[in-house]
T-cell receptor, first 115, second 111 residues
């Protein structure tokens, strides 16, 4: 399967600051990536679909101005949590779509803690 | 909302086969059955997928009933490292479609 990395794996920040999370597709070019969020003891919730060279598509209830997504290259998508608050503390996971197998492959996740 | 139903938890003895069921009675003709698992504090891992024929790979086997309304993921010789949450997901092929995760089945493999 495809290899996907995320950076950082863990981040702790103060309330009101912004945090950028990177998602990289290491072994193929991905025109489409996805961002998910997972709260403790819950399942993954899709936040947005990131398309290379165009604006991301956000799921209902996800604030696009708060969660900025940039997919400027075929191997990198970034999620920026702006003006983070404690309720944004969560596990953020990206996936890349591999068209050859019509399968999504996931990164290892980034745990965000906002104090 | 997820279109699949899975038992919330299951237990399995190490070395034995783990059979994880999934009901998807409203599956449509172009939807595949995908299985992922998530080990604690990690991203989901792809396991296997199928349309209507049974599938096998190095990780597992997937058995889909003839009417496609249910399926079973089989881990032939479960190990402690197979302890995870297993997700059965319906996915429309041929495009960059969304994966909708349900609650999954928490499989505990014990010695």
């Amino acid at each position: 399967g495809a290899v996907v990395s995320q950076h950082p794996s863990r981040v702790i920040c103060k309330s009101g600051t912004s945090v950028k999370i990177e998602c990289r597709s290491l072994d193929f070019q991905a025109t489409t990536m996805f961002w998910y969020r997972q709260f403790p003891k819950q399942s993954l919730m899709l936040m947005a679909t990131s398309n290379e060279g165009s604006k991301a598509t956000y799921e209902q209830g996800v604030e696009k101005d708060k969660f900025l997504i940039n997919h400027a290259s075929l191997t990198l998508s970034t999620l920026t949590v702006t003006s983070a608050h404690p309720e944004d503390s969560s596990f953020y996971i990206c996936s890349v779509y591999f068209s050859a197998t019509d399968t999504q492959y996931f990164g290892p996740g980034t745990r965000l803690t906002v104090l | 909302d997820a279109k699949t139903t899975q038992p919330p938890s299951m237990d399995c003895a190490e070395g034995r086969a783990a059979n994880l069921p999934c009901n998807h009675s409203t599956i449509s003709g172009n939807e595949y059955v995908y299985w992922y698992r998530q080990i604690h504090s990690q991203g989901p891992q792809y396991i296997i997928h199928g349309l209507k024929n049974n599938e096998t790979n190095e990780m597992a086997s997937l058995i889909i009933t003839e009417d496609r309304k249910s399926s079973t993921l089989i881990l032939p010789h479960a190990t402690l490292r197979d302890t995870a949450v297993y997700y059965c997901i319906l996915y429309s092929a041929g495009g960059y479609n969304k994966l909708i995760f349900g609650a999954g089945t928490r499989l505990a493999v014990h010695p």
